[in-house]
């Protein structure tokens, strides 16, 4: 028994007592799951049947990987047996054994949120309810969250305080609502998400003889992550689990991060009152992470009142401390967190796969594929498409192709109608048969309503509706001939209706969505900024359109694994391990989150997923913020989060001490992690003498057009000055570091730079604009 000898004493523990109760305890990375997996290939050992131990996951792709690890211990075929998944994955599957029971097809249709979504908005439209009122996505969310408390519509029925607090919120029909969602969805012998748990609940409780065979099927249960498991998930487990009592459950209170799915960190405080002889053991040893990580994830995660105490400790090598890195913009902390991992792919022949990069929102995602791509290292982007991929991102993209070139019919179709105006499918399919007719294209029908019209047999109201819409779309074109292609972009994304649509809908896949847009238009922003710094740049629209319609493609091309590195959420990040972790954004309002600071709870989660990113790394940390981002096309000052304050400096190294240290956190205390930053050497280097252009200096002629030696960068802010001049290294704040070749101009407001970057080639720059900084 070889995957024994592995294990310390408490995990030897865990992994050996079979039978009865059992909760692990325990801090980031001290083995936990790793015990789940030795248990069940202990179990199997020792003869159990793998078809009586189910094992719940929290992603698929965990129970991927645990059963591979548990086939290596005891073979294929009976890692193969095993019940093991995501809770909606294994108990979709017995749904469907059991269907009959509940009145389903056994062959269901199990909807995904937009299909969901679809079916509610039908109920609120046949039953006249007004959508702008009764907003589909927030209606959902309740319903969803009745269902995870087990809340039917009956029981919702006979519960006058749930219908009060619904008038309340001014909400009275969302009874009416439920009934007939529930009934639709039934109709159609679908089930959504929700219903996975909430129909597993009814057909255990419902059906005593079900019960019984399920219960003496999974005779070991075994369920990681259980701090973050819902009500209805935990009810479903008890019911299982109370015939024969085998119940393992892991997880870490600090580590719970989806209470706004409804988690409940509860389940697992209250393990113990459900099973009073339940073990616990608690792990205490890191093996994941360097010390210094270790620690400091314990000094920030202590100022959390709300969790049981543990000790974290580790046995690994010291290790570097953190690396925090202060940097201009989005655009250079992206670069930044680019050049690092090329540097250590290179330096420390670290494959990309060691590295991740996390984030507080998936907006962040576009800075980072974009300098990751500038120098041609594979990423993939988990949990959600890579930036332009994205719905709301090509919505809006599609616009902008349409103003470029009004025939492009996919660009038309898709926002003919969206944000929705009335120009339904029926008539886009009238519009489509009657210009194949014709022989021309939709666009020419478009454009020459007033003749086509007798022919099209459209009501007027729909033809008023066509005419506006394209008499939209001329009047941006028309603007694009004076104004840039930001503006532009803006006025689209508001005239459409586009913004406030997306304003409209408060969810966290709603709010996520608008940031994409925001994301899209600061993307664009630096686009133009870049463009006007170089001297053969061109910041039109069609540019910027086909720059993006590159990177999308160079994507599409990188869909199967392989050597990449992992961009994800920091959600998503949970239970993962990476050698080399940037955690990024670390900015108030960023993370934490300014939806989620305003009460201690949301601000103690807040922490708990800080604690969750930095406990991913195992050899390395970096971390990284900006002190200014776009924020829709302007400008913001960002401070640095409490997070960072909150951490001990001897855990940390500042690579590029700030310049000013006169950072105020939010406090408004003076934070203690800029007080006592060593300045920078380089900072007070006393200037070299160094000639240079002034403009009252005679200037070279237009004959003598030997290329200045020296020029002076001009501040944009006018704040101060510095001289170049050729060979120096300087820093640009989306091309990185490189190295100036050539200076040429004889106008000092018009002089021109080539610089020698280290992964992005040679380029020429407009001093005026360039932003240089010298290193
Ligand atoms: N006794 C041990 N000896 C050597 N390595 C170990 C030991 N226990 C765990 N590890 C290793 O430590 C790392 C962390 O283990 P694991 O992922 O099981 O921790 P965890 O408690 O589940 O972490 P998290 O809370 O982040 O989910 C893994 O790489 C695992 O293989
Ligand atoms: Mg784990």
Redesign the pocket.
């Known amino acids: 028994m070889d995957y024994l000898k592995?294990?310390?004493e408490a995990?030897y523990e865990a992994v050996t007592t079979l039978e009865g109760p059992l909760m692990v305890l325990?801090?980031?990375?001290?083995?936990?799951?790793?015990?789940l997996t030795m248990r069940i290939a202990h179990l199997i050992t020792n003869l159990v049947d793998p078809f009586h131990i189910l094992a719940l996951t929290f992603t698929n792709k965990a129970a991927k990987e645990m059963k591979e690890r548990i086939a290596k211990v005891v073979g294929q075929s009976e890692a193969r047996s095993l019940w093991m998944g995501t809770f909606h994955s294994v108990f979709a599957r017995i749904l469907r054994s059991e269907a009959h029971y509940l009145g389903y097809p056994s062959n269901f249709t199990i909807y995904d949120s937009q299909d969901s979504l679809n079916v509610l908005k039908k109920v609120l439209k046949d039953s006249n309810i007004d959508a702008d009122l009764y907003k589909p996505k927030k209606v959902m969310a309740r319903i969803s969250n009745y269902k995870n408390n087990l809340i039917t519509v009956k029981a919702y029925l006979a519960n006058p305080e749930l219908i009060e607090n619904d008038e309340r919120a001014n909400m009275k029909h969302m009874g009416l609502i439920y009934q007939k969602y529930v009934d639709a969805c039934y109709r159609n012998g679908a089930m959504d998400f929700d219903d996975l748990l909430l129909r597993t609940n009814e057909l255990l409780t419902r059906f005593p003889e079900v019960l019984a065979k399920y219960q003496d099927r999974f005779r070991y249960i075994l369920v990681d992550?259980y701090q973050d498991t819902n009500h209805s998930q935990y009810l479903i487990v008890k019911a299982l689990a109370s015939k024969f009592e085998n119940i393992c459950v892991?997880g870490?209170d600090a580590?719970s991060i989806y209470s706004f799915r409804g988690a409940n960190i509860h389940n697992i405080l209250n393990f113990k009152k459900d099973y009073p002889d339940a073990v616990t053991v608690s792990?205490e040893q890191n093996?994941?992470s360097t010390q210094n990580i270790v620690n400091a994830a314990n000094v920030v995660i202590s100022k959390n009142v709300q969790q049981f105490k543990k000790n974290v400790f580790s046995d690994n090598e010291e290790g570097d401390k953190i690396k925090v890195y202060r940097s201009l913009s989005d655009a250079d902390e992206a670069n930044f967190v680019a050049s690092n991992i090329w540097e250590l792919h290179n330096t420390q022949q670290r494959k990309f796969t060691d590295f991740a990069i996390l984030y507080r929102t998936n907006s962040q995602t576009r800075a980072f594929e974009d300098s990751l791509r500038r120098k041609n290292i594979p990423y993939r982007v988990y949990g959600g498409l890579s930036f332009y991929q994205r719905k709301e991102v090509k919505d809006l993209v599609a616009y902008l192709r349409l103003l470029i070139n009004e025939n492009d019919g996919e660009a038309l179709s898709r926002i003919i109608n969206y944000p929705a105006r009335g120009i339904g499918e029926t008539t886009q399919n009238k519009l489509i048969v009657f210009a194949d007719s014709q022989n021309v294209s939709i666009t020419t029908v478009l454009g020459n309503l007033g003749m086509y019209a007798p022919l099209l047999g459209l009501n007027n109201g729909i033809l008023t509706k066509l005419a506006d819409f394209w008499a939209m779309i001329k009047a941006f074109q028309v603007m694009l001939k004076t104004e840039n292609a930001y503006t532009v972009a803006m006025e689209v994304a508001k005239r459409t209706g586009l913004i406030k649509f997306l304003k409209d809908d408060q969810t966290p896949e709603g709010i996520s969505r608008l940031e994409n847009v925001q994301e899209l238009m600061n993307s664009m922003q630096g686009f133009i900024e870049e463009q006007q710094q170089l001297e053969d740049g061109d910041p039109s629209l069609s540019n910027f359109l086909e720059n993006i319609a590159l990177s999308a493609d160079t994507q599409n091309d990188k869909k199967e694994e392989g050597d990449q590195v992992s961009l994800m959420t920091i959600h998503l990040s949970?239970?993962l391990?990476f050698p080399v972790v940037h955690l990024v954004g670390l900015e108030e309002n960023l993370f934490p989150s300014f939806m989620s600071s305003s009460t201690r709870e949301e601000l103690e989660e807040e922490r708990r997923l800080f604690y969750v990113a930095l406990?991913?790394a195992e050899k390395q940390a970096f971390f990284s913020y900006a002190v200014s981002r776009f924020q829709w096309g302007k400008i913001t000052d960002a401070e640095p989060s409490r997070f960072l304050s909150e951490m001990d400096t001897a855990h940390l190294e500042f690579i590029n001490p700030a310049i000013e240290s006169r950072f105020v956190n939010h406090s408004g205390l003076k934070s203690s992690i800029f007080d006592d930053e060593p300045a920078s050497p380089r900072f007070f280097k006393k200037k070299e003498e160094k000639k240079t252009i002034q403009r009252n200096e005679p200037l070279p002629t237009a004959q003598n057009l030997k290329p200045v030696a020296t020029a002076r960068i001009i501040n944009p802010s006018g704040a101060s000055s510095e001289d170049i001049e050729v060979g120096d290294q300087v820093r640009h704040d989306r091309f990185g570091v490189g190295e100036v070749l050539f200076l040429d101009g004889t106008d000092p407001q018009n002089i021109k730079a080539k610089v020698k970057f280290q992964h992005e080639g040679e380029k020429n720059l407009i001093l005026k604009f360039a932003k240089l900084t010298k290193i």
Do not use: H
């Open positions: 592995g294990l310390n995990q325990a801090g980031a990375g001290s083995g936990k799951t790793r015990v992550e892991v870490d580590q792990l093996y994941r949970k239970g391990e406990t991913r």
